[in-house]
């Protein structure tokens, strides 16, 4: 119930291409949806967030697409650059109970030059 | 500069040792989180912690025990129960669960068994 299902494990994409990450989840208590993104030898940064109430979210390159019936969102990244070869994870939390994220698997996205 | 401080950076273990990875912040953040990251596994949930003097069990809790005596300060121990300790711990905190302005990580330390 607390799992996030996160894919591809990892994705080599061009550079100015399309990064799509997707994510599912079970639990429909989860209200908050984040993508955190990643670098080597560092702690994840928050990235961009979405709630159940809306189905498409952008900031700049970055848009998060939301289906509640499905439950199922995903992260994708317009006009890929090298600079955004990172690791990205989605994740997911309720504002009942358990309060902490809950993350996926992760997924190493390489932009080629 | 605010932040959150994770030491050491490296830190190698032998068999049955307890050992105690130290977490500091000075956000004034009142919740703080202890992850474990395995490769293609994420970031696993230990512990956390809402309040100073209070914590729950994450998903992998075993092995591990903390405490939360200061607002600023989350230790973390491994104990010699974990069997397999081996693994990059990284540490979260935030104001607000992190669903408005998400969480702030340090920088990780890489526990490994000699």
């Known amino acids: 119930q607390q799992q996030v299902k996160q894919s591809p494990q990892s994705l080599i994409v061009q550079k100015g291409g399309i990064s799509i990450i997707n994510c599912a989840y079970e639990n429909t208590a989860f209200d908050y949806f984040p993508w955190y993104q990643q670098f080597p030898g560092k702690g994840p940064a928050l990235l961009i967030a979405?709630?159940?109430?809306?189905s498409e979210k952008k900031e700049g390159r970055f848009t998060i697409s939301f289906n509640k019936s499905a439950k199922q969102f995903s992260l994708h990244i317009m006009d890929s650059q090298p600079g955004d070869s990172a690791t990205y994870f989605c994740a997911a939390s309720m504002d009942t109970g358990r309060r902490a994220l809950t993350f996926g698997s992760g997924t190493r996205l390489q932009v080629q030059p | 500069d605010g932040g959150i401080t994770q030491s050491p950076k490296y830190l190698f273990r032998k068999e049955g040792q307890n050992v105690t990875l130290s977490c500091e912040q000075n956000l004034n953040h009142d919740a703080m989180y202890w992850y474990r990251q395995d490769p293609g596994q994420g970031l696993r949930l230990i512990y956390y912690s809402q309040i100073v003097n209070d914590f729950q069990k994450g998903d992998i809790a075993e092995g591990y025990s903390v405490s939360r005596e200061k607002k600023e300060s989350f230790p973390l121990t491994v104990t010699s129960a974990q069997k397999n300790p081996t693994a990059f711990y990284l540490c979260?905190?935030?104001?607000?669960?992190?669903?408005?302005?998400?969480?702030?990580f340090g920088s990780g330390t890489r526990l490994t068994v000699v």
């Open positions: 979260a905190s935030s104001n607000d669960r992190g669903r408005n302005y998400g969480y702030t």
């Open positions: 979405i709630r159940p109430d809306v």
